[in-house]
């Protein structure tokens, strides 16, 4: 096998990389929770490609065990947000939240379709099209993170995080 050289691997890197910089995040909100979508893009500072695992069945045969593919599950999807001085963002989620089950009352919305959305991140490139997308479906959060709140926190800008939980994602190449 030749030894590539350092040109050999610059011409197999198609547009010099993708970048972990360049996303965008969509979170389409339901109804009730009054969230502003346009903001909430903004404001989102760190989230993920989502990834996806098969269980493994285990089945005896003649003294070995066969790995069969089982379920897939996803794992949860993780979001970064930016805290304004309006709490827009955090408010918002909050009051979706609190549609699904309400802190007094323990009480809330009973149909799935009611209170689930459907989010996007896209991976961009350098002169901002679309490389790739992920669709999230069935997604509504699943834990907002504390803001932890001191007097030595100087220079610095509130964030929270909230894990949305979601039913499948779709994927597609838009280039």
Known sequence: ????????????LRGGGARPNL??????????AN????LTSFLCEAASLPGSTFGIIPVAFRGRILKMAGDRTFAEWN????????FSVRDAIERWMNGINAHSANTGLTSPIAYEADLKVEQLDRDSSVLKTYTFRGAYPQDL???TL????NDNIERFNCIWAYQYYESNTTS
């Open 79 to 86: 979001t970064t947000i930016i805290n304004d001085t309006d």
């Open 145 to 147: 993170s504390e803001i």
């Open 23 to 32: 996303f965008k995040v969509t979170i389409n909100y339901p109804g009730f």
């Open 150 to 153: 001191s007097y030595g926190d």
């Open 35 to 38: 969230g502003d979508a346009e």
């Open 1 to 12: 096998m030749a030894v590539l050289g350092v040109d050999d691997f610059k011409s197999k």
